[in-house]
């Protein structure tokens, strides 16, 4: 697949006209989707580092303060403690591994569903450009419609007005030019909203627009299409890493009924006031303490097989998804791929149908003059050329469409492929920021630096 020279005339352009390489950037640039997206990304990375604190000590202190009085004496005892604790899980046979993997996968998961938004992002600003296109074209057919009818009525009206035809060659002459001015009316609604569609789409209004860049280089035939969209696909490779994830969920949950061997350190400092009528005793204490435990659930009222049963049925469904999302994939190619024909055959058989349109417009109009066909034979000829051109532009559209539509069945419609030449999300900067639970303050500001140069991207 050689989509890398797929825009590779934006550069050539005139600065002041907008290509579709530029809509795809500003598309890109401007998308929240892709924002909250990241974000979530980052999310899925921390749970990464979740994972790894889970084998690390945990540092706690707590202090206390306790009075008491005495009935008789009218004394009080007051006692300050305070305690200095470490506890940590020294093995727990596999589980707190096993649940770092898990995390692992959801992370690479998670990144091949940020690609599957670009790839909508870049589509969406795609079809925007297309329709804003095509929607200028019909305009300026209509226009031209309007034009020519224009000038077919004021003719019947000076035919009419030496007697060569009657009020009703005027009147059907009027009836085509309102509906012609209907159907221009009709075409500037349609542009006002491809405009806005691709103010959504990029955040700018559109200005002139360029030609579309020469159409992408195809795969030879379908069936290679449809292996490149299986070893692409977002959407593909994200259930592979989700069916790996659902896996190494049931060895979790058969790792639950595992024991687990911890251990805990304790240092104790208490302070104790024993005041009286006449006299006031201090006394401070000092101890450490430590202790392993070994523990393992032997019954839990079928909470762990449930847990079990749990994971396997997710386990399943992961594993449905993943052959459900290569069969759509798979369709998605197909469907593409059949659009590119018919829109093929359409062009070349509507450019048939101009020729023929256009050659039988101006022989009737010839003829009219000479008296031998009626105004309303005129209208009905210019009626086919009309639609004619207008099926041409939509057909047109529709064949630069669904080439991009392929790209993006096959994983294909990025910025890296597309070769766009903009700064583009490194996911593995935050990931490796994070990855290992950091804590310290140095780690925390590389943290900080990280996050600051995602948002510049």
């Known amino acids: 697949m050689t989509a890398a020279a797929l825009l590779s005339l934006a550069t050539a352009l005139p600065a002041a006209a907008e290509s579709l390489a530029d809509a795809m950037v500003a598309a890109y640039r401007h998308s929240a989707l892709i924002e909250q997206n990241r974000a979530v990304l980052r999310a899925a990375d921390e749970d990464v580092a979740s994972a790894v604190a889970q084998l690390r000590p945990v540092l706690e202190w707590a202090a206390s303060h306790a009075l008491s009085r005495t009935e008789g004496n009218g004394g009080s005892i007051r006692s300050s403690s305070l305690t200095l604790g470490v506890q940590m899980t020294l093995y727990d046979w596999g589980r707190s591994q096993i649940a770092i993997d898990a995390a692992k996968e959801q992370v690479l998961a998670t990144r091949q569903a940020l690609v599957g938004v670009e790839q909508n992002i870049l589509l969406a600003a795609t079809v925007a450009f297309f329709e804003v296109r095509s929607a200028l074209e019909q305009v300026a057919l209509q226009e031209n419609s309007v034009r020519v009818i224009g000038q077919e009525r004021q003719a019947a009206q000076d035919r009419f007005e030496v007697g060569e035809i009657t009020v009703t060659d005027v009147a059907q002459a009027d009836a085509q030019l309102a509906a012609s001015r209907a159907a221009l009316v009709a075409a500037q ?269």
């Open 189 to 457: 609604g349609d542009l006002e909203i491809a405009r806005e569609n691709y103010l959504a789409a990029t955040g700018r209004m559109p200005g002139t627009l360029a030609a579309p860049p020469p159409l992408p280089t195809l795969p030879a035939n379908v069936d290679a299409a449809r292996a490149v969209a299986q070893r692409n696909h977002p959407g593909v490779l994200q259930a592979q890493r989700a069916a790996a994830a659902a896996e190494l969920g049931v060895s979790a949950a058969r790792a639950e009924r595992n024991p687990t061997l911890s251990g805990s350190l304790g240092l104790t400092v208490d302070r104790g006031i024993n005041q009286r009528s006449l006299s006031r005793d201090y006394e401070t204490n000092k101890g450490v303490s430590g202790q392993l435990n070994l523990s393992q659930t032997i019954y839990s009222g079928g909470r762990l097989s449930a847990g079990l049963r749990k994971a396997m049925a997710n386990r399943d469904q992961a594993r449905a998804q993943l052959l459900n999302s290569a069969r759509e994939v798979s369709q998605d190619v197909g469907v593409a791929w059949a659009n590119i024909d018919v829109a093929r055959a359409q062009i070349r058989a509507i450019d048939e149908q101009i020729s023929a349109a256009q050659q039988a417009y101006e022989g009737v109009r010839e003829e009219a003059t000479l008296g031998a066909r009626t105004t309303l034979d005129v209208l009905d000829a210019e009626q086919a050329l009309l639609e004619a051109r207008a099926d041409k532009i939509t057909a047109e559209a529709n064949l630069q469409l669904a080439h991009y539509q392929l790209l993006a069945a096959m994983g294909l419609l990025t910025v890296e492929n597309l070769k766009l030449g903009i700064p583009t999300y490194d996911p593995s900067q935050y990931y490796n920021a994070v990855r290992n639970a950091p804590a310290t303050s140095r780690q925390g500001e590389s943290l900080d630096r990280v996050l600051r140069a995602i948002g510049r991207d």
